[in-house]
């Protein structure tokens, strides 16, 4: 009557619904980060979870299965953050006092007579810590001072050690039943929905549990080489280097762009045999323990990768550069099925 298309309508109100969808989701990212957070730890404690609850001959052996593994997890975090914080607080402590006297030293080997071949690089090099030495100490050294101070803080705040493990342990005790309830309002689609549900929990599942490994691997990796060639504050960069891997594409490349530096400026003489070994350590991981821990879901093409590390770096900071690749797959995942629906 008004000369309105019924399916012109319909396709409006669509977009209409899904341009509301995204804009609540950006309005409530804080929120939704604090929930996927907590869906992740979930789904790295769940392996450990069903099998301490099927070895446990009790009643509701799940609860007390979930209580033990919190124990053990608190016990492991204490002995790490003993073994390895304190190092890496005490040597951060120790290179922001010797900062200056180590941009001195260098300045000084650069000055030095070398290869004719080396003068350009050694000039730029120099004018660049001339230029901008004052301005990087002004940041690292306040940086390096504080970040023991910081990474405490962090880590008794209230968002990282209460409310996400407090989550993860009703998704972990509830999840099933919060998945079948979903599952009821789907309907005639409860079949390509459960597909969905089924391909995401074995991707992030495996996704979450793989970074872990990784970042373990890079952590031990790197503390036994720099502890073999005596790389000065090496428990520190291995720490830095392993924190970092969970920030795809640009984390790694951040870490070892900060090693480099850090060994140039104390004045350690094997730069070349470092280079080797983080190059090689990357082929290592990116061509050979990588894709043995990694799910064939979560493969992306590498510009895809990078795009996502840049745009969720743009939307929510560091915590988005680690979502992009699980939020990708995801969509993957959900494309894919959804072809399969349509065709």
């Known amino acids: ?5 019924p399916r012109a309508a319909r396709t409006a109100w669509t977009v209409f619904l899904v341009a509301l969808l995204l804009v609540v989701t950006y309005l409530l990212r804080r929120v939704l980060l604090i929930f996927v957070l907590a869906v992740l730890f979930a789904y790295l404690l769940s392996p450990v979870v069903n099998l301490l609850g099927r070895s446990l001959p009790w009643r509701r052996s799940r609860a007390w299965a979930l209580a033990g593994v919190y124990v053990a997890l608190i016990a492991a975090l204490a002995l790490l953050g003993a073994a390895v914080g304190n190092q890496a607080a005490r040597e951060a402590t120790e290179l922001a006092k010797r900062f200056p006297v180590l941009l001195e030293q260098a300045q000084r080997a650069l000055e030095a007579p070398g290869p004719a071949w080396l003068e350009p690089l050694k000039r730029q090099l120099l004018e660049w ?20 101070a910081y990474l405490a803080s962090l ?30 309002l789907a309907g005639a689609r409860q079949a390509v929905l459960e597909d969905i549900f089924g391909d995401l929990h074995q991707l992030l599942g495996q996704f979450i549990r793989a970074l872990v490994l990784l970042a373990a691997a890079t952590l031990v990796a790197y503390s036994v080489f720099f502890a073999l060639i005596g790389l000065p504050y090496g428990v520190l960069l291995a720490s830095v280097a392993a924190l970092l891997e969970f920030i795809p594409v640009v984390g790694p490349a951040t870490a070892a762009v900060i090693i480099i530096l850090v060994a140039a400026f104390s004045g350690f003489g094997q730069v070349w045999v470092l280079l080797a070994f983080l190059a090689g350590y990357r082929i290592f991981q990116d061509y050979v323990l990588n894709p043995r821990l990694m799910s064939a879901g979560v493969a992306l093409h590498p510009l895809l990768v990078i795009f996502g590390a840049l745009a969720g770096e743009q939307l929510a900071g560091i915590p988005g550069m680690f979502l992009s690749v699980p939020v990708l797959a995801t969509l993957r995942v959900i494309w894919v099925r959804a072809r399969k629906v349509v065709a």
Do not use: C, T, Y
């Not at 996400?164 to 009703?170: C, D, G, Y």
């Open 1 to 5: 009557m008004l000369g309105l298309d």
């Open 129 to 148: 810590l001339r230029e901008g030495g004052p301005s990087l100490s002004k940041v690292l050294l306040p940086l390096l001072e504080k970040a023991p």
């Open 155 to 184: 880590l008794s705040g209230a968002l990282l050690v209460i409310l996400i493990p407090i989550l993860a342990f009703f998704f972990l005790k509830d999840g099933p039943a919060l998945r079948n309830a979903v599952l009821g």
